[in-house]
């Protein structure tokens, strides 16, 4: 954390706002490394009074390497629910390989990722049934169907009720014209929306 606070203080910024950042960031690194609340669960689902204290995500010291090179070295952050929070910084920066850990797409090598309050390496199919994420850069395999894709990607996040889940996106999101569409015909607006 305080390598890429030096980072962010480097890049040219006012020293002002260098300040601002360095000092949100111990306050968020403080805030992912406090213990966490004792939190009801019943059924799968939080009390509403333990939902208060939970934040929307919790990355705690997540480190990953690749054949010996450091690509993300001890990030930890805490987002709130209902926050719009950017990630950015210079190629090569860990910015993908940290989504790629938060998704459960990457196996953190330290540290641990907790999505409303449920731990992504010991309750993956729950933590992850909290997350949707839609990037412009994600191709969609092209040869299958909006209907194939949808259920693909529902089935890689273990997604109970599945059938009626993606009848209902279909449904919600006007895609049932394109629902029989190999995806490698679609515009791009229209695979943002798958």
């Known amino acids: 954390p305080a390598r890429l606070a030096r980072r962010v203080a480097s890049s040219g910024s006012s020293w002002k706002s260098r300040a601002i950042v360095d000092a949100d960031m111990r306050a968020s690194i403080a805030r992912a490394h406090a213990p966490p609340a004792r939190r ?14 939970v934040p929307a995500l919790a990355v705690n010291a997540v480190s990953k390497a690749y054949a010996g090179r450091r690509a993300v070295e001890a990030i930890s952050l805490r987002i709130e629910a209902g ?13 993908t390989t940290t989504i790629n850990m938060i998704l459960g797409l990457l196996e953190p ?18 933590a992850l049934a909290q997350v949707n994420f839609q990037a412009s850069y994600a191709p969609l395999p092209g040869n299958l169907t909006v209907r ?45 929306r798958v």
């Open 83 to 95: 926050e719009i929070v950017g990630l950015l910084g210079p190629n090569g920066a860990g910015k």
């Open 148 to 192: 194939q894709n949808l259920l693909f990607f529902g089935r890689l996040y273990a997604l109970p009720a599945l059938a009626e889940r993606v009848d209902g996106l279909i449904k919600t999101f006007a895609l049932a014209p394109l629902a029989r569409t190999r995806c490698w015909l679609l515009s791009s607006g229209e695979q943002a």
């Open 109 to 126: 090598d330290a540290g641990s990722v907790h999505i409303a309050g449920l731990d992504l390496a010991r309750r993956r199919a729950a």
């Open 40 to 53: 009801a669960w019943h059924h799968g689902r939080m009390s509403a009074a333990a939902q208060d204290d």
